[in-house]
């Protein structure tokens, strides 16, 4: 557990100082300042609102667990509060997956394998480094879910399962669809107790919406995939830093297809979203992660396998800055400074699109208004500098 936890603080360090370095380059995007806008407002007046998306962010997701951050953002609004929360979550997550080998009987060593394998793939590390989100709660929960399932606690299963299900509601549907397997190939009870109440709490998330004469956010899918190659090869991405040893599981990786479905079969939403580091695959990731768990019972050798896979995806294939060619951002600190002083007169302000890096300094002030959320942009910045 010991090194785990060093590398997952090392890990924590390290990408709070690298997305220190993007926020001040002004390169985060809209969903950094809209959680923070959502977040300054419920501490101030409950509504949660933010105008980007111009409604209450309950409106939008039922992601009522960030509650858990407004005591932090009322001490202090500013987007270093939403950045430490990320990267203390992603690290954190390794330790549970840690505790979540060791329960399951994996030997130590192949634990601690597994454990920074996980750490060290470009998957995670984008998570570390992309914009915040809800969905950095996931893999966290996902995992303690695992490790109540796997002790057979009725109650610590359900406590787990409704936090999980306060990180957004498609979850319940994955939690339907994962109890109803659990109850018919492992505990009647606790599969049917967890697809219940996901299956509540989706109900009543439609009734609250319905109440406020809003009504659910619905992608459009398809039967057709749209990028078969690119969504091969992420698949194989998100493989070989667990050595394709949750294949070994047989027919069972087959329980992982909804997850994969929402992503690959997804219309309309202007990006692909099975792509490495982005947060919609962060449950799929998390996952896997738990199926190599389970199949590297009785062959450790798979996770030093794996621990080797991820330190050469890591190498040629990373998401972040952290990437032979790649550079810190070049930062502007007089156009920082001036976005983030205006959370301390909460003043009103206007932003473009384009500014929406600025605009996500800013959010803090419940006064910072933006346009063109959604929108193509007519500038678009690049992922990393290069020079």
């Known amino acids: 557990m010991r090194i785990v936890a060093v590398a997952a603080a090392f890990f924590a360090a ?55 951050l407004v005591p932090f953002v009322k001490i202090y609004p500013y987007q270093e509060t939403l950045i430490a929360a990320q990267v203390l979550l992603i690290a954190g997550s390794s330790v549970a997956l840690f505790a979540f080998a060791r329960r399951v009987g994996v030997e130590r060593s192949a634990a601690i394998c597994l454990a920074l394998a996980y750490l060290i793939a470009p998957a995670v590390q984008g998570f570390a480094y992309n914009d915040f989100s809800e969905s950095h709660f996931e893999a966290l929960l996902i995992f303690l879910l695992a490790i109540a399932v796997a002790k057979r606690s009725l109650v610590w299963t359900l406590i787990v399962a409704q936090l999980l299900l306060g990180v957004k509601e498609d979850l319940a549907l994955f939690l ?43 992608p459009l899918y398809s039967l057709g995939v749209h990028h078969l190659p690119q969504d091969v090869a992420f698949v194989v991405e998100m493989l070989a830093p667990f050595a394709f040893a949750p294949l070994l599981l047989g027919w069972r990786i087959l329980l992982a297809l909804p997850l994969l479905a929402e992503l690959v079969l997804a219309e309309q939403t202007g990006f692909p979203l099975a792509r490495a580091g982005t947060h919609y695959t962060e449950a799929f990731v998390a996952l896997l992660a738990i199926g190599a768990a389970l199949a590297m019972l009785g062959r450790p050798v798979l996770a030093r396998w794996a621990l080797g896979g991820s330190i050469l995806m890591a190498l040629f294939f990373n998401t972040t800055v952290l990437h032979f060619g790649r550079h810190l951002y070049v930062v502007d600190d007089v156009a920082y400074h001036a976005a983030r002083n205006l959370i301390q007169d909460q003043r009103r302000a206007f932003f473009t699109a384009e500014e929406q890096g600025a605009w996500s300094v800013a959010s803090g002030d419940t006064n910072a208004r933006i346009e063109g959320f959604g929108k193509p942009l007519r500038f678009q910045k690049p992922a990393w500098n290069t020079k």
């Open 176 to 218: 339907i669809w994962f109890g109803i397997a659990g109850a018919i190939w492992y505990d009647r009870r606790i599969g049917s107790a967890v697809a219940v109440l996901a299956l509540a709490n989706a109900l009543a998330y439609q009734w609250f919406l319905f109440s406020a004469g809003q009504h659910a956010s619905i």
């Open 14 to 68: 390290l990408y709070f100082a690298l997305d220190l370095n993007k926020l001040h380059a002004l390169y985060y995007g809209f969903d950094n300042g809209i959680f923070l806008q959502s977040l300054a407002h419920v501490a101030r007046d409950g509504s949660a609102f933010n105008w980007a998306e111009g409604k209450t962010h309950w409106f939008v997701h039922d992601s009522w667990l960030l509650l858990v």
